[in-house]
């Protein structure tokens, strides 16, 4: 449906969760995530997370946000739960801008890699230990953190798919 993406707002506190029963993103092998975002303002003190399954302080599995200050995209993958710890990062190649679409592909490669790409730009990197798997939901807009709303997104989400194999462009 043309016209129809999620609005998400600091302001508001919108977000949207899905229920872990259908099991969204198996961590033993290949998947994507593809989804389109339209930024309206840039926060440069918080990451502006676009979705994910991480808490607050532990237990954080997977993270596709906006990073602060530099405004790229970043695919951030937690091997032992913890932010402080050990990471399987891959960060898009230039800033984003306010005011534009842009099409956000995540993945993991079996166990070896983890990239993503913006509007068909792609980074990746290369890692050799396993992901951590949480039992938090999966979240659209933010992260579970506690009630606090710091690190929403500011802006649209449309057309968000979850495969558990790799997408390649045609």
Known sequence: IRNQA??????????????????????????????WIYIN?????QNQVILGKAGATSNKEYLLYVSAGLDQ?????????????????????GALLTGSWYNIVAWQSGNNAVGVSVNLSANSTAYTI?????????????????????????????????????????
């Open 41 to 45: 303002s840039l926060n440069g003190a």
């Open 6 to 35: 999620n609005t998400f707002s600091i302001a508001e506190t919108n977000i949207l969760y899905v229920n872990n029963t259908i099991g969204v993103v198996a961590h033993t092998g290949n998947f994507t995530i593809s989804t």
């Open 130 to 170: 396993a992901v951590n798997t949480s039992n938090n939901q999966f979240i659209i807009a933010d992260q579970d953190t506690g009630g606090s709303s710091a690190h929403m997104l500011e802006g649209r989400v449309d057309e968000t798919g979850i495969w558990t194999r790799m997408i390649t462009p045609a």
């Open 73 to 93: 995209v970043v695919f951030d993958l937690s091997t032992n739960g913890s932010a402080a710890g050990t990471r399987a990062v891959a960060a898009s190649n």
